[in-house]
């Protein structure tokens, strides 16, 4: 069973199929259109502020949700954010 959804980041009307739209949602997933989710795609690589690790990022996704591109890498990440659930203890 087809139906339409609001993509989640661009507002565009677009379709899909139910079992599709669950699964993304069980993953705690967007449901964004075709043409997102091919912006989406388009990586791109820099180098982890903290670490100097590469790390790839979707541009596009920041530019949409208007929030910074990343400066850390995921470790690096979590790494800060045990430490200061260490802290907090």
């Not at 967007?30 to 790390?55: F, H, T, V, Y």
Request: aromatic content about 6%; some cysteine; overall charge positive.
């Amino acid at each position: 069973m087809d139906m339409e959804l609001s993509c989640d980041l661009c507002g565009d009307i677009f379709t899909l199929k139910t079992s599709a739209f669950r699964e993304a949602r069980a993953k705690d997933r967007q449901s964004n259109c075709g043409d997102c989710m091919l912006k989406i795609a388009r990586k791109e690589k820099k180098a982890c502020k903290n670490c100097s690790e590469p790390m790839e990022y979707s541009p596009f996704w920041y530019v949409m949700k208007g929030m910074e591109e990343p400066k850390t890498c995921k470790v690096c990440k979590e790494k800060a954010a045990k430490s200061l659930a260490e802290k907090r203890i």
